[in-house]
């Protein structure tokens, strides 16, 4: 019995230790070479293949086509592997150029989700790289960039867009004086670039302090995002800022504003209150039928003169689903296994928590979002259609929108859009990299560029679902019920991850976190 019992031991220690190496990387390597892929390249060309990639020391080498469809490959005409290298065979695999999170939040106290929760999460997806629009402050996110860059951790490339004026212990350029002129509105863009971030996330402000802050980063040539909340966007709205050097917008706020012709505020019910979260979302679900009508003339001459500014449309479709069918969003299968009790419960309606706004939400509210999301979706895929930028992003976190998969329903709304999946493959990747400046680094697969890829065992052209952590259901010809796809590999800096085993250990961050104290995922409102 000892000796069995020592042996079980030895073998549940193996595999303990096999995982958790199978978690920290594979590499890099000073040569790693992937076989025989169907590339997508992100630049928009359709899938070509079997190629292999020679990587060397992170940075892509070659990229040869190798064979024909159908055809044995020739070994001799394929590079060939050097001493010391890695070989990844992917035969038959799809690669495309590492995923990018537009709107990327790492976590939060609130939801008691902390980076490696939330960085695993993106990772399994094939997220490579995030912009993170604000979050806990700037030494935060600053020292989870350096990390991030030395590969210290497990972790996507991290763009830092600190909150206008926000503050920490160490970053302070104000002394506590809020931001009140535009000379001090300056000063704090000043300390901002050089604490190092690479842009700023703007909600909104007076006129002259948003012209003067974004004056000053376009000077400083930082990037910039913001969300034009209600309180400000009767004063400002996206075509100012865009005009002022906002490099992009999240969401939709400020563009509907921009697009009014007959009237020049939201049509606000007269009970309204910004503080409550219903009214809030409620009444923004309103804003887009209040907009000038697709096609009509200052509906195009609003959108030619952000084409001419060469603006970025951020859209984040996903975070406010669960507004257009709330069953949906609240019951989508990745919950029960891979969503924290803590941030289950912070999505419960409450009149506190931001984003829960299921006070009394019902068929009317649905149905006026569905409406909302129409003509929206309208426009964003007109401005593509027009030459215009528009990137991916999922500002997970909120509104039972969960990370990693949560962008994976993101591009599945752009297809909803009118994009083509090659377009979604495009906005996901290049648009990315174009809008974060860094499309010579990153965002398509080129000689030159960072080994950043995504690898899937299945198409995700013919069905985006099989870039979801839990796969897309199919039936087989024996008329078995299976599972496919899940991003298999994501590589990252040259360093190869198992997507499947980074997502495994969220799933057993969660399980410990619910046996603490015996917790199960309950409907709000039911008796169990």
Sequence with gaps: MKKTFSLFTFLILFINLSFAQSLQGDGPYTQLIIRGVMLINGNGAPPQGPIDIVVENNIIKEIKVVGYPGVKIDASKRPQLQAGGKELDCTGMYLMPGLIDMHGHIGGKAQGAEPNYVFKLWMAHGITTVREPSGRGVDFTMDLKRKSAKNEIIAPRIMAYTGFGQTSKSFNPLNDIPISTPEQAREWVRANAKKGADGIKFFGAEPEIMAAALDENKKLGLGSACHHAQLSVARWNALHSARAGLTSMEHWYG??????????????????????????????????????????????????????????LDPTFNIYEASRDLQRARRAEWHEDYTLPTLWEFYQPSKVSHGSYWHDWGTEQEVAWKKNYKLWMTFVNEYKNRGGRVTTGSDSGFIFQLYGFAYIRELELLREAGFHPLEIIRSATLNGAEALGMDDKIGSVAIGKLADFAIVDENPLKNLKVLYGTGAIKLTEDNKVVRVGGVKYTIKDGIIYDSKALLADVKRQVDEAKAKDGYQIKQPGIKE
């Design 255 to 312: 563009l509907p504003e921009a697009l009014f012709d007959d009237r020049t505020v939201q049509d606000y019910p007269l009970d309204y209150n910004y503080q409550n979260e219903q009214h809030r979302f409620e009444n923004a679900g309103n804003l887009w039928s209040q907009a000038a009508k697709p096609y009509s003339e200052h509906w195009n001459n609003v959108m030619d003169e952000l084409l001419e500014l060469d603006f970025t």
